[in-house]
């Protein structure tokens, strides 16, 4: 068995083609989907998070009402860049949305990414400390965010209050017992999977990491995971870590399908640079007939590693296309490969 879930960036625009015009229709289209997946088995309805742009860029309020709409499906993002958040308020978000959901949030977090305007998290109010560049920062925050989840006091209260406190220092509230099992790393190098195992959060692998072999994407991408799952087993926490990869993933079975997606069949890794001289590595998409596509899939080590996977979705498209195109990887793709 292998958790299915997708992962939608959340565009919209004035386009023709588009069904997703407007942030509107970008919002409540992504209920309704994560809706019908549920309905039709899938596991999970992740999200991008990213600012200044027109995309998805405030996870929680859409977080709590799929939450609100939903039963069983895992709701999370991959990822929310922590160098534009405040922790605290950000722990009383992320509880909220837990609750709401009744502990079925998977939130995944990082350190940021190049983004749409030069060092956007100073537009928020934030920058980093003396002898931290804003990588540091994220870093920061995230442990910060981390502490405060567990619970435990640490504000002063008031001797004169508003309201009766309980004894001892007081904590953030709402708070949602076993959520910070529930965090997830989207780490981009093997020393930061390494480091995501050690401060005990789940890892997040996207279709990008940096180069550090010259092999091929999936390859790295599961030398990458092997090194997570012993850095988790030496620090000695308990359970199980868990691990996603994402994946662009189309089964081509009728005659939509051809057009919008039968040009990355046999397409292959690239390379690129998404921070100054570092290349990064970026992994081929799947299209092909179903059969073609198990046989592929089959031969992708960093899938066979993960317990997760997240399928990209294109979410310009609209809920009925993106339900069949989830349906068709359930139906047709899934069994071959024991994911079902």
């Not at 960036?9 to 015009?21: C, E, L, S, V």
């Not at 027109?54 to 709590?64: D, E, M, T, V, W």
Request: hydrophobic content about 40%.
């Amino acid at each position: 068995m292998k958790k299915i879930g997708f992962l939608s960036f959340g565009h919209w625009a004035n386009h023709p083609a588009y069904k997703t015009r407007t942030a509107s229709d970008t919002l409540l289209q992504s209920i309704d989907l994560a809706v019908a997946a549920e309905d039709i088995g899938i596991d999970g309805a992740y999200f991008r998070v990213h600012h200044f742009a027109a995309q998805l860029a405030s996870p929680f309020p859409l977080l709590s009402a799929i939450g609100a709409k939903t039963s069983k499906i895992e709701i999370g993002t991959g990822v929310i860049d922590m160098r534009y958040e405040n922790p605290l308020y950000m722990v009383e978000d992320a509880g909220a949305a837990d609750l709401i959901s009744e502990g079925r949030l998977q939130l995944g977090i990082s350190r940021g990414s190049p983004e749409q305007v030069i060092e956007g998290w100073r537009y928020f109010g934030y920058e980093p400390k003396e002898g931290e560049n804003d990588a540091d920062m994220g870093r920061r925050k995230a442990m910060e965010f981390l502490e405060r989840l567990d619970g435990v006091g640490f504000a002063q209260p008031n001797p004169t209050p508003m309201f009766p406190n309980p004894p001892g220092l007081l904590r953030l509230e709402p708070y949602s017992k076993g959520l910070r099992e529930r965090i997830w790393w989207g780490a981009a190098s093997n020393a930061t999977a390494v480091w995501a195992a050690e401060n005990r959060m789940y890892l997040q692998s996207s279709t990008l990491k940096f180069d550090e072999s010259g092999k091929p994407f999936h390859v790295q991408q599961a030398e990458q995971i092997r090194l997570y799952k012993e850095a988790w087993k030496k620090a000695g926490h308990p359970g199980e870590p868990r691990v996603s990869v994402s994946r662009s993933i189309f089964a081509l079975v009728n005659d939509q399908d051809r057009p919008y997606f039968g040009q990355e069949a046999n397409r292959v890794d690239q390379i690129g640079m998404i921070e100054p001289g570092r290349n990064a590595i970026f992994g081929r998409s799947y299209a092909a007939e179903p059969d073609k596509l198990i046989k592929e899939l089959a031969e992708d080590e960093a899938i066979q590693e993960a317990d997760t996977l997240l399928l990209t979705i294109p979410n310009t498209l609209g809920v009925d296309y993106n339900v069949h195109v989830l349906s068709s990887i359930l139906e047709h793709v899934a069994p071959g490969l024991g994911w079902r």
